[in-house]
């Protein structure tokens, strides 16, 4: 299993950057897929969230309506479009393979806690 994250870099505020994560070793479209970011000094934030077994996506209220999630189950790669980018949007930014924390309840739980797998992270810098 692995997972690969491109796309970050640096990008002023307002700005847009589209985020990768490729998958090897499993299908994503098997699994619900998280997207999660850490800025230095804090606790990691579950971002975005796809499960393609249910149709299911899922945004922290600080993204929603400014990043969208997708997958191209084809390619294995899910994606992360994120727009009206912010300063306080700056973290390393990873994907990864959520465990299923309840049968009772979607997949996607964006917990960072309950992780199968995950890349090595990509940085988004965004500048004032």
């Known amino acids: 299993v692995q997972l690969v994250e491109s796309g970050g870099g640096l990008v002023q505020a307002g700005g847009s950057l589209r985020l990768s994560c490729a998958a090897s070793?499993?299908?994503?479209?098997?699994?619900?897929i998280g997207w999660f970011r850490q800025a230095p000094g804090k606790e990691p934030e579950g971002v975005s969230c796809?499960?393609?077994?249910?149709?299911?996506?899922d945004y922290a209220d600080s993204v929603k309506g400014r990043f969208t999630i997708s997958s191209d189950n084809a390619k294995n790669i899910v994606y992360l479009q994120m727009n009206s980018l912010k300063p306080e949007d700056t973290a390393v930014y990873y994907c990864?393979?959520?465990?299923?924390?309840?049968?009772?309840?979607?997949?996607?739980?964006?917990?960072?806690?309950?992780?199968?797998?995950r890349g090595q992270g990509t940085l988004v810098t965004v500048s004032s």
């Open positions: 990864a393979v959520e465990s299923r924390v309840s049968w009772f309840a979607p997949y996607c739980s964006r917990d960072y806690r309950y992780l199968e797998a």
């Open positions: 070793g499993f299908n994503v479209d098997d699994y619900a």
């Open positions: 796809i499960s393609s077994s249910d149709s299911f996506t």
